[in-house]
């Protein structure tokens, strides 16, 4: 064997036993759909979650996961802490179902923080007018976010606010498949009416 040969048994998968993340071009199998937001949260700088609030409402006839990936209180932080955290951001909103479609995963190594993307249906990244041109947000898209580089790392579907599709230069990616991504603006709905766009692409089940 040459140097410019490689032998077929030394070639292995970098991340064996995850899931094939290449994004699917035809409509799915109908299934509930498992959404990740991806690192910090708490406070509203990073992740706008009290967006979510009016998402959980108005689709509370389907079935779904949002799943928190990797955010954290404070260095001691459990899932304890977290509950504590949804039960005073949620509860107060009148969203009894949250507990059954929220799903908070902390302190993960590296090998399962993965395993959660590749896993995952799609990426929210939760940012949006209110934390996208904050001096101590993204500095109008010069600061970069995680969840954009994971989500075209994997090749995920994303829910994402249009300016941020703008400034990544998805939304003219998405004008030749538009399964890749749904898009929202800073009008009331718009955000729900997206997710309910991509639940209702999915095929996903609604409450009996």
């Not at 459990?78 to 955290?85: A, L, P, V």
């Not at 939304?171 to 729900?192: A, C, Q, R």
Request: hydrophobic share 35%; charged share 25%.
């Amino acid at each position: 064997m040459t140097r410019h040969q490689v032998s077929r048994a030394t070639m292995h998968p970098v991340f064996t036993g995850l899931h094939p993340c290449i994004a699917d071009v035809n409509k799915p199998i109908p299934r509930n759909p498992v959404f990740l937001i991806i690192g910090s949260f708490w406070d509203g700088r990073k992740r706008n979650t009290k967006s979510l609030i009016p998402v959980l409402k108005g689709t509370r006839q389907y079935n779904y996961t949002i799943k928190f990936l990797g955010g954290h209180l404070y260095s001691s932080a459990s899932n304890g802490n977290f509950n504590d955290y949804f039960n005073a951001t949620f509860s107060m909103y009148d969203n009894p179902d949250y507990e059954r479609k929220i799903e908070l995963v902390t302190k993960t190594d590296a090998y399962e923080f993965m395993q959660h993307v590749a896993d995952a249906d799609v990426i929210l990244p939760l940012v949006d007018n209110t934390n996208l041109y904050a001096s101590w947000g993204y500095r109008e898209g010069k600061k970069l976010t995680s969840s954009i580089t994971w989500a075209l790392g994997f090749r995920k579907k994303m829910v994402l606010f249009q300016d941020l599709a703008h400034i990544y230069g998805l939304l003219e990616k998405n004008d030749t498949d538009n399964s890749l991504y749904w898009v929202y603006n800073e009008e009331e709905d718009s955000f729900l009416n997206a997710f309910r766009k991509c639940l209702e692409y999915f095929g996903s089940k609604k409450v009996q």
